[in-house]
């Protein structure tokens, strides 16, 4: 069992020894947290969710139902992983080969939102505030701000931090419409304007 702090844990959870879990955090029905995991303060780990050995979650990560978390994963604060979403850890996996040092580490940066059913492929790093439309397949890293969609995972847009779309004008800029704070798109990388 995690060392008690401040987290909720339903009587159907399993915790395994060695957890570091923050104030405030949630697990929910029939998840399993596995041993030397880090979640912080402030998370949901919804129902049914695996969170393999070594995992990192920081702050107000929000994991919905169903939801694997393989060893080698790392979220930043302020993720959302959809529900049934999925991260894999080995490229060519095999049941009879044992591959456990081969496990690729997949950083998800702060403020990135992961559709439902969507899957990431091992190794690759999601952006801050990317966006990965429900259903698709990542294969390869995403950029800051990028909204992406399909099998395998197409570059269609751009997001603000407040998950809306952004729509650039011909001086390439843009304006969030529910912050009303404006984005620059230069070389093909989005951020906040100054």
């Known amino acids: 069992?995690?060392?008690q702090t401040n987290y909720f844990a339903h009587e159907t959870a399993v915790i395994d020894e060695g957890c570091q879990i923050g104030?405030?955090?949630?697990?929910?029905?029939?998840?399993?947290v596995m041993s030397n995991c880090?979640?912080?303060?402030?998370?949901?780990?919804?129902?049914?969710?695996?969170?393999?050995p070594q995992v990192v979650l920081g702050k107000n990560v929000k994991v919905?139902?169903?939801?694997?978390?393989?060893?080698?994963?790392?979220?930043?604060?302020?993720?959302?992983?959809?529900?049934s979403?999925?991260?894999?850890?080995?490229?060519?996996?095999?049941?009879a080969v044992n591959r456990k040092k081969e496990y690729r580490q997949t950083y998800v940066r702060k403020g990135?939102?992961?559709?439902?059913?969507?899957?990431?492929?091992?190794?690759?790093?999601?952006?801050?505030?990317?966006?990965i439309g429900a259903g698709a397949v990542v294969t390869k890293p995403v950029?800051?701000?990028?909204?992406?969609?399909?099998?395998?995972?197409q570059h269609i847009g751009w997001m603000s931090i407040h998950g809306h779309r952004l729509h650039f004008d011909e001086?390439?800029?843009?304006?969030?419409?529910?912050?009303?704070?404006?984005?620059?798109?230069e070389n093909n990388q989005v951020k906040l304007a100054q």
């Not at 304006?175 to 620059?184: F, G, N, R, S, V």
């Open 1 to 3: 069992m995690a060392e």
């Open 23 to 32: 104030a405030g955090t949630k697990i929910w029905h029939f998840s399993h």
């Open 38 to 52: 880090i979640i912080g303060a402030d998370c949901n780990i919804g129902q049914n969710v695996v969170v393999s």
């Open 64 to 83: 919905q139902n169903n939801v694997s978390i393989y060893t080698g994963v790392i979220c930043e604060d302020d993720v959302f992983l959809g529900p």
């Open 85 to 95: 979403m999925v991260f894999t850890n080995v490229m060519n996996p095999r049941s």
């Open 112 to 131: 990135a939102s992961i559709g439902a059913n969507a899957t990431i492929v091992c190794g690759h790093e999601i952006g801050s505030y990317a966006f």
């Open 143 to 153: 950029p800051d701000f990028a909204l992406v969609v399909g099998n395998p995972a």
């Open 171 to 185: 001086n390439n800029r843009a304006t969030c419409p529910e912050t009303h704070e404006a984005y620059i798109l």
